[in-house]
């Protein structure tokens, strides 16, 4: 239900955009998109990241359509969704939220928010390598997207030069 009025919400926003410039500049359109429609699809993403396909898929084509529509305003040819991506340096949707989830991990891992990570997280104490490794907790699957089940396999999965940067820039 959440998606559901983020999408009709979003899509009312990229409508009126659409409707109201008068430019022929992808770039006007785009910094528009990012003002005014991107934060609508992404507003605390990391409570309610969507877990169905059919609401990631729902999410993104509210910004499918916003490019499409950009580049047929600009009179550019039709094109590829991810070739519009690349030429607008936009992400996918879903993978900005994975970087903002990943974002909130390292913010509570190093005490930059107001949670307390012993609380929430445990950190691994099989890799002797990587300190930041985290431990992986059960769960069901109602509890499967819960964010500080979620982001565990991909922070665990990230490379260890980077880690290991994380750890020296915070010890």
């Known amino acids: 239900m959440h998606v559901a009025k983020v999408v009709k919400t979003a899509y009312f926003k990229a409508y009126q955009l659409l409707k109201i410039l008068r430019t ?3 770039s006007t359109f785009i ?3 990012k003002t005014y429609v991107r934060p609508h699809l992404e507003y605390a993403a990391e409570s309610w990241s969507p877990k ?3 609401d990631i898929r729902r999410l993104e ?3 499918r359509y916003y ?4 580049f047929k305003k600009c009179g550019l040819r039709k094109t590829i969704y991810t070739d519009r991506l690349s030429i607008c340096h936009l992400e996918s ?3 900005r939220r994975k970087v903002s989830d990943l974002v909130m991990v390292y913010k509570i891992m190093h005490g930059k928010v107001s949670l307390d990570p012993a609380k929430h997280f445990v950190r691994s104490t099989r890799n002797r390598l990587n ?3 985290l431990q992986k907790r059960r769960h069901t699957s109602k ?3 819960n964010f500080f089940i979620r982001t565990i396999n991909a922070w665990n999965q990230l490379p260890n030069e980077l880690s290991t940067r994380l750890r020296s820039s915070h010890s």
Do not use: C, S
Request: hydrophobic content about 40%; overall charge positive.
């Open 24 to 26: 022929r500049t992808l």
């Open 31 to 33: 910094f528009a998109y």
């Open 52 to 54: 169905k396909f059919a």
């Open 61 to 63: 084509r509210v910004q």
């Open 67 to 70: 490019t499409r529509m950009a």
């Open 93 to 95: 949707l879903e993978y």
């Open 131 to 133: 300190k930041l490794q």
């Open 143 to 145: 509890t499967e997207n």
